[in-house]
C-alpha cells in the first residue's frame, strides 16, 4: 500500500495538503473559464512538472480550450541561465489565438521569460501566465503572472508532478524536501494564498 512516502526523512513537511490544492485549483479554473470565455483557448503546459496541475485545472474548467505540451530542459552546463533546449514543441499552432502558459512553479523566472519570448514569435493573440507555485523570493526577471495558486517561501519543493532527481512526482500533496544543509523549515515559513488562507503540517 502506497503511504506516500511518510517514513522518507527527506520529506521535512507538508506545506500544501490534497485538499487545500484540489480547493485553489478549483477556484483557478473557475477563473480562467470566466476570463476567456468565448475566447479560441490553448493551454500551453510545460513538461514535465506541470502535467499533474494542467490535468486537474482543465477538469476544474468549464469553456472549451485545448491543451498542447512543450518540454523543455536547460542545457548541460548551463543550469539557470534561463537558456533551454526544446525537448517537445507543440504540435498546433497558437497565431491568434488565446495562450496561457501552465507552470507548475516559478523560481527566478528565467524559464517562463524565455518562454514568452518563444511563444510571441508565433504571434498569438494573447499570453497569459498561470503558476500554481510562486517562489519569488527567487525571482531574477519580473514576470506578469496572472493566475498564481500559491506564494511560497524559498523552500525546496516536491509531490503534485514535482520532482527531485525524478522522484516524488507522485505525491498528491506537496511537500518540503530536505537538501543537504538545507534548514528546517519553521512554522512561521508556511505557504500562503490570495484567499489569505494557509496550510496545515
Ligand atoms: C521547473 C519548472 C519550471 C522551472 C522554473 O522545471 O517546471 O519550468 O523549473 O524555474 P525557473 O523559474 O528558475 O526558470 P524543472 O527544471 O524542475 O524541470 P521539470 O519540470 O521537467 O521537472
Redesign the pocket.
Known amino acids: 500500500m502506497n503511504n506516500f512516502l511518510t517514513n522518507d526523512s527527506a520529506l521535512q513537511k507538508v506545506l500544501i495538503p490534497q485538499n487545500r490544492l484540489q480547493e485553489r485549483v478549483s477556484e483557478l479554473g473557475q477563473e480562467i473559464s470566466q476570463a476567456f470565455e468565448g475566447k479560441d483557448l490553448v493551454i500551453v503546459a510545460?513538461?514535465?512538472?506541470?502535467f499533474v496541475f494542467a490535468a486537474d485545472l482543465l477538469r476544474a474548467m468549464n469553456i472549451q480550450c485545448s491543451i498542447d505540451f512543450m518540454g523543455?530542459?536547460?542545457y548541460a552546463g548551463q543550469p539557470?541561465s534561463?537558456v533551454v533546449r526544446i525537448t517537445k514543441d507543440l504540435d498546433q499552432g497558437i497565431a491568434g489565438r488565446s495562450v496561457l502558459l501552465v507552470?507548475?512553479?516559478?523560481?527566478?523566472?528565467?524559464?517562463?521569460n524565455y518562454l514568452l519570448h518563444n511563444l510571441w514569435q508565433r504571434k498569438p493573440a494573447s499570453i497569459d501566465i498561470c503558476a500554481l507555485l510562486d517562489k519569488s523570493a527567487?525571482r531574477l526577471i519580473d514576470l506578469p503572472i496572472r493566475y498564481r495558486g500559491f506564494e511560497i517561501p524559498d523552500v525546496f519543493v516536491v509531490g503534485y508532478g514535482?520532482?527531485y532527481q525524478q522522484r516524488y512526482r507522485h505525491l498528491p500533496h506537496i511537500s518540503v524536501l530536505r537538501l543537504n544543509g538545507s534548514p528546517d523549515v519553521t512554522p512561521d515559513s508556511i505557504v500562503s494564498d490570495p484567499a489569505g488562507s494557509t496550510s496545515e503540517s
Open positions: 510545460i513538461l514535465k512538472g506541470s523543455i530542459s536547460s539557470g534561463g507552470e507548475d512553479i516559478i523560481d527566478t523566472g528565467l524559464t517562463a527567487r514535482m520532482d
